[in-house]
């Protein structure tokens, strides 16, 4: 039986821009037009008020006069979603990008490596607000249909699981209009046929559903009723396979001691995130962002395929000095390893002097942990002495 995750961001543009605002938590907000345009992204405080994504700046401020209002900053959100998809993509590799705030994750195969998928799914959320700093809802079903409503049952920020024997008492108490897919007029078709809840459409006959919407339509609906969904992942493969992560610091920098650590806890998620999916690789990138958003990169090869924290880093070090950058300001560094291969496709040979058991045994241990307790389980010493410090 199939095990699939969705995975949905609470509130994501608010949640990235509170990222560097916390003082606005807690407060009602929107991402948007402070008077003219429509709301993006609403905070669940402002929701309280009835302010919702799509609706106009006007009335918005009408509903929620007090509300702050943000503009929007599309390179932060693309950024956030490129570095939570990496994080599912360390998951299993059967991910489906729906939009930039939510994906399905086949989970099936991973009950060996990361337990069972409750555990799989709170693995998500620790990793994606400990990497990311914002808040996420995963849903986990047999079908893609369920676990889509298992999420929007676990909002906001919460987990909720359905398993294959309770996904009738899951799906027949709730109203028609909370299927995927059902729409306010097809609501409203269905309520003036007398079927308010998904129970009620379960037991109406097929062909009658067919009549009314169509022999596909209705189908569907009578099938989705019932729990059955016969979609699939559809995961796209990278021609290029690689791992990467990013940091967008809370303000611009020019103290490269700070970048130096920085690089080193990116590196720490790289390498974790490769030793994940058990794969190696040669060439690693760095990446520098200004605070005028130019974006500037280059790539070391290193002369055998690692999966190590300390490698990685090292190489990240090399390349930043290369860059010779005289007091810079910048807005964020990304470490990518490109052109990863499996690890059991590779045959490492050991240095002479290299010990019997060493740091890559150390960081599977560690692995392991973070696996089983979160991504707070276990820090190196100077990353945990810095995030103390801020």
Not at 88 to 106: R, Y
Not at 213 to 234: H, K, S
């Amino acid at each position: 039986m199939p095990v699939i995750a969705h995975v949905d961001m609470d509130a994501f543009y608010v949640a990235v821009e509170l990222r560097s605002r916390p003082e606005l938590r807690g407060r009602p907000v929107w991402v948007g037009g402070a008077t003219r345009g429509v709301v993006l992204s609403a905070s669940y405080e402002a929701r309280a008020y009835g302010v919702e994504g799509g609706m106009s700046s006007t009335r918005a401020r009408r509903l929620c006069p007090d509300a702050v209002a943000i503009s929007p900053d599309y390179d932060a959100y693309e950024a956030a979603s490129d570095g939570v998809f990496a994080i599912f993509n360390t998951i299993t590799p059967h991910v489906e990008k729906v939009s930039l705030d939510e994906g399905f994750l086949d989970i099936t195969g991973t009950r060996r490596l990361l337990g069972t998928p409750d555990k799989v799914g709170e693995l998500i959320r620790a990793l994606v607000a400990d990497e990311q700093g914002i808040p996420c809802s995963v849903g986990i079903g047999p079908t893609k249909l369920i676990a889509k409503m298992a999420s929007n049952k676990a909002k906001p920020n919460g987990l909720h699981q359905v398993p294959p024997g309770e996904v009738v008492p899951f799906l027949h108490p709730q109203p028609v209009e909370k299927i995927w897919g059902v729409g306010p007029s097809t609501t409203e078709k269905l309520n003036k046929l007398g079927l308010y809840t998904i129970a009620d459409l379960a037991h109406t006959p097929k062909s009658t559903l067919q009549r009314a919407f169509g022999a596909r339509a209705g189908g569907e609906l009578w099938e989705f009723a019932w729990g059955i969904d016969g979609r699939r992942v559809v995961s796209s493969e990278p021609t290029d396979r690689s791992v990467g992560s990013q940091e967008t610091f809370n303000k611009d920098t020019d103290d490269l001691d700070f970048v130096r650590t920085e690089l080193l806890r990116t590196a720490s998620r790289v390498a974790s995130r490769m030793r994940m999916a058990r794969v190696v690789g040669r060439t690693v990138t760095l990446s520098l962002r200004f605070a005028d958003f130019r974006t500037v990169q280059k790539s070391l090869t290193l002369p055998y395929p690692t999966d190590a924290t300390d490698e990685v880093y090292a190489a990240a070090v090399r390349l930043l000095r290369a860059f010779r950058l005289e007091r810079p300001r910048l807005r964020r560094v990304g470490i990518r390893v490109e052109h990863v291969i499996d690890v059991d496709l590779v045959a490492t040979q050991p240095a002479l002097d290299e010990p019997e058991r060493g740091w890559r045994e150390a960081e599977r241990a560690a692995d392991a942990a973070i696996a089983r307790f979160g991504p707070h389980a276990v820090s190196r010493a100077s990353l945990a002495r810095r995030s103390s410090s801020v």
